[in-house]
């Protein structure tokens, strides 16, 4: 159980067109999904956090105009990476959080295998 | 400020124990969790720690103390596909979760 899936897994495209990125809750209902972006050796930088029907809260410095994110159903979030550039260029992961008690032992995130995002 | 140590990279050789720790300032505690993340993958859930003591799962224990605001992660008889990176995160106050920057685990022949 609690299996999230990300698509596409590996996109290539050029400066200043628009990306989406979409992930997927497959077996339960998420109501938190949250979007994280990681360069080559650090950690999860997390971007936003989305809730199901409500507008996202992003993180300081995470321009949101620029990174457009929709959650309208319990199991679908997307990110659209709009006119990309190449410092854009990064690993994005999505986790979705186990519903139950805040904090308990099922309030884990599960994680979405990634999209590396390269932009020329 | 919310603050996640843990070391940056650690050697161990298979078949041998390893503890990679982890020290945490934040603001609150609703739990300590431990991910591990092979290259170019996304990380995956190892284990959450809430009371204090010693939580055993196979071969990965983890351990915690809250008034110490210390956790350990033990492996035991490390296999090569062992090698990653391992990150300790916390939940805060408001069950936002602060990440560690990860400990690098290289496991050698």
């Known amino acids: 159980g609690a299996v999230v899936s990300q698509h596409p897994s590996r996109v290539i495209c050029k400066s200043g067109t628009s990306v989406k990125i979409e992930c997927r809750s497959l077996?339960?209902?998420?109501?938190?999904m949250f979007w994280y972006r990681q360069f080559p050796k650090q950690s999860l930088m997390l971007m936003a956090t989305?809730?199901?029907?409500?507008?996202?809260?992003?993180e300081q410095g995470v321009e949101k105009d620029k990174f457009l994110i929709n959650h309208a159903s319990l199991t679908l979030s997307t990110l659209t990476v709009t006119s990309a550039h190449p410092e854009d260029s990064s690993f994005y992961i999505c986790?979705?959080?186990?519903?139950?008690?805040?904090?308990?032992?099922?309030?884990?995130?599960?994680f979405g295998p990634g999209t590396r995002l390269t932009v020329l | 400020g919310q603050n996640i140590d843990q070391p940056t990279e650690m050697t161990a050789t298979e078949g041998a124990i390893v503890q990679i720790n982890c020290t945490y300032q934040?603001?609150?505690?609703?739990?300590l969790f431990w991910y591990q993340q092979h290259a170019g993958e996304a990380p995956t859930f190892l284990s959450y720690?809430?009371l204090d003591g010693l939580e055993e799962k196979g071969r990965f224990s983890s351990f915690l103390s809250r008034s110490k605001g210390y956790s350990y992660l033990l492996l035991k008889e490390l296999q090569m596909k062992d090698s990653a990176s391992y990150l300790c995160?916390?939940?805060?106050?408001?069950?936002?979760?602060?990440w560690g920057a990860g400990t690098k685990l290289i496991i050698k022949p």
């Open positions: 720690n809430v």
């Open positions: 995160a916390v939940s805060d106050s408001n069950y936002q979760l602060i």
């Open positions: 077996d339960f209902q998420a109501t938190t």
């Open positions: 986790s979705a959080r186990v519903g139950g008690l805040a904090g308990g032992p099922t309030d884990t995130q599960y």
């Open positions: 989305s809730n199901e029907g409500s507008k996202a809260t992003y």
């Open positions: 934040t603001s609150g505690f609703n739990g």
